[in-house]
């Protein structure tokens, strides 16, 4: 028997054009209907009739709450999924700029919270569940397997743990409500952020020599948004290939 898509769940997901985002917009495509945020889209990209675009800057307020008044147009937003993000070269905090630093949190930590801020009275309403993406260097304190005095990326790691905060501050005040949020941090994932003439060298210091692909993130999303995870709240899930154990 099959669906309508005005029947379907309304689920958001940021960054949606590419890479892992757009892995997980497919993904939930299945049981939900999409509406992905991101700053510009190629035309037919997604391939799919469940997702509806939406152009939108994560980092402005006013685009985002603009974005959720037009996805929520398409029925009751029952969960939303942060991937949009941005890195930085490898660069050490002496030779980190504050114009850099400053940009990396604005984007990924303060997107964040912009979003996550937007999507709140959404989830109320709906007793939904909200993903938001970290970083196994969110974890870690350094991007790479190594720490190493010749650069840690600072300023994206500090952002990616301020994710891994915010997840547990929102689980907290959320829960009384019926809304669970988790998070999800990845390791080293094929995809733009990683040159490709450097996937075979990373796979050979990952315990399960190779790199993760963007579909097995979209996996713990779907699944972290799914009723088998329903006593599931404030947990940061890792999808690393054995990178980081804790």
């Given at each position: 028997?099959s669906v309508s898509l005005q029947d379907l769940p309304v689920a958001v997901v940021t960054g949606s054009a590419s890479n892992i985002g757009l892995a997980i917009a497919r993904r939930l495509s299945c049981n939900y209907r999409v509406v992905g945020f991101d700053t510009k889209f190629a035309e037919g990209l997604i391939h799919c009739s469940n997702v509806v675009e939406?152009?939108?800057?994560?980092?402005?307020?006013?685009?985002?709450?603009?974005?959720?008044?037009?996805?929520?147009?398409?029925?009751?937003?029952?969960?939303?999924?942060?991937?949009?993000?941005?890195?930085?070269?490898?660069?050490?905090?002496?030779?980190?700029?504050?114009?850099?630093?400053?940009?990396?949190?604005?984007?990924?930590?303060?997107?964040?919270?912009?979003?996550?801020?937007?999507?709140?009275?959404?989830?109320?309403?709906?007793?939904?569940?909200?993903?938001?993406?970290?970083?196994?260097?969110?974890?870690?304190?350094?991007?790479?397997?190594?720490?190493?005095?010749?650069?840690?990326?600072?300023?994206?790691?500090?952002?990616?743990?301020?994710?891994?905060?915010?997840?547990?501050?929102?689980?907290?005040?959320?829960?009384?409500?019926?809304?669970?949020?988790?998070?999800?941090?990845?390791?080293?994932?094929?995809?733009?952020?990683?040159?490709?003439?450097?996937?075979?060298?990373?796979?050979?210091?990952?315990?399960?020599?190779?790199?993760?692909?963007?579909?097995?993130?979209?996996?713990?999303?779907?699944?972290?948004?799914?009723?088998?995870?329903?006593?599931?709240?404030?947990?940061?899930?890792?999808?690393?290939?054995?990178?980081?154990?804790?």
């Amino acid at each position: 028997m099959s669906v309508s898509l005005q029947d379907l769940p309304v689920a958001v997901v940021t960054g949606s054009a590419s890479n892992i985002g757009l892995a997980i917009a497919r993904r939930l495509s299945c049981n939900y209907r999409v509406v992905g945020f991101d700053t510009k889209f190629a035309e037919g990209l997604i391939h799919c009739s469940n997702v509806v675009e939406v152009s939108c800057d994560v980092a402005s307020s006013e685009s985002v709450e603009k974005a959720f008044i037009i996805a929520r147009q398409y029925g009751p937003i029952k969960a939303v999924i942060h991937s949009a993000a941005i890195t930085e070269p490898q660069n050490t905090i002496v030779e980190t700029s504050l114009e850099i630093w400053q940009r990396l949190i604005n984007v990924n930590l303060t997107g964040t919270f912009i979003f996550s801020k937007a999507a709140i009275p959404y989830l109320h309403e709906t007793k939904g569940v909200a993903v938001l993406l970290s970083s196994r260097a969110g974890k870690s304190g350094y991007a790479g397997f190594n720490p190493s005095p010749s650069g840690t990326k600072a300023a994206y790691s500090a952002s990616k743990a301020g994710v891994i905060s915010l997840v547990k501050s929102l689980a907290i005040e959320l829960a009384p409500a019926g809304v669970r949020v988790n998070g999800i941090a990845p390791g080293s994932i094929e995809g733009a952020m990683i040159p490709q003439e450097k996937w075979d060298e990373l796979s050979n210091r990952i315990p399960l020599k190779r790199l993760g692909k963007p579909e097995e993130i979209a996996e713990a999303a779907y699944f972290l948004c799914s009723d088998q995870a329903s006593y599931i709240t404030g947990h940061i899930l890792d999808v690393n290939g054995g990178t980081l154990m804790d």
